[in-house]
């Protein structure tokens, strides 16, 4: 789907797939939930990205004591800086996914791991930490994280109760991964929504200073600039005047699902696959080889008929 300059100029589906049909959004699920800590923050349950964490939550202690643990921030969490040794990315690190997933409790299982770092310094691709930071958004809003994104997010968005799932235990019961399914369109509107600022149809739906806040760079993950749960890669565009850098910000899952804001050329868009696991990223080359290089042809011979002024 691609919707450029407030109107949706493509919308194609293929294999089966259609309009009305879910998609698992994988590690997408993660711009979520930093959505809704915003919202949370927006709203005065949060104090701010400054608030500490461990305050939040319920556990009376954590191994691997550390007097590092206390100075653990929402920022921290939600840049994927918090210190702890979780890093999805390393077949050593024991806060990877793969082993956090098999505990009973995802949140103490990740505040339980040691401290590798001092907090909001070095930034390692750590999905426990999305865990931690859903389960503090709960208890201070006194919400399951899918009712209260119904009740301010979604449901303000349009977006049906009936045409999302998210089963959220947190727990090594749950065999979805914490993950939401959403419609392609429902995507779209997340996209757009943080595009223009937070708002939809003219309502602000979240504040316009967590919309660019939560998109600018905190952290640098995997070499790649971070923000707050979304990615700020950029990508190598082949045009006759030789290759261009666009940045973009994206919301993505594991497998090809993508939302891109490109905020150079007004446009959002998304991809949803079937690519799980795969080391390519079909999209990416989607982007920058046809997609983006069609509408700097098409910007450019806007310029050059446009008749002076």
Known sequence: MLYQRGKLVLEEYFYGYSAGRTQQLRSATKSVVSALAGIAIDRGALTGVSERVLPLLSYESYDHPDPRKP????????????GLDCNDHSSTSPGRETEIDDKPDWVKATLDLPMINDPGTKAYYC??????????????????VPEFAQANLFGPLGIAR????????????????????????????????FAD?????????????????????????????????????????????????????????????????????????????????????????????????????????????????
């Open 197 to 309: 600022g937070g708002r939809w149809h003219g309502h602000q739906i979240i504040s316009e200073s967590w919309a660019r806040t939560s998109i600018a760079e905190h952290s640098h993950v995997d070499n790649t600039s971070y923000g707050y749960f979304w990615w700020r890669p950029w990508l190598n565009v082949e045009t006759p005047a030789g290759p261009q850098h666009v940045d973009v910000a994206a919301a993505q899952g594991n497998g090809g699902q993508k939302i891109y804001l490109v905020p150079q050329y007004d446009l959002v868009a998304v991809f949803t696959a079937g690519g799980y696991n795969a080391e390519s990223t079909p999209p990416n080359t989607i982007m920058a080889k046809i997609i983006l290089p069609a509408l700097m042809g098409a910007t450019s011979r806007a310029k050059v008929s446009s008749p002076p002024r």
């Open 127 to 144: 999905s426990g930490g999305v865990a931690v930071v859903g389960r503090a958004v709960e208890n201070a809003v006194h919400m399951r």
């Open 162 to 193: 009936s045409n999302w799932t998210w089963n959220y235990d947190l727990t090594n019961a749950d065999k979805e991964y914490s993950q939401i399914h959403l419609r392609p369109r429902d995507m779209l509107k997340l996209g757009i929504l």
């Open 71 to 82: 100075a653990m921030t929402l920022d921290s969490f939600l840049s994927m800086s918090s």
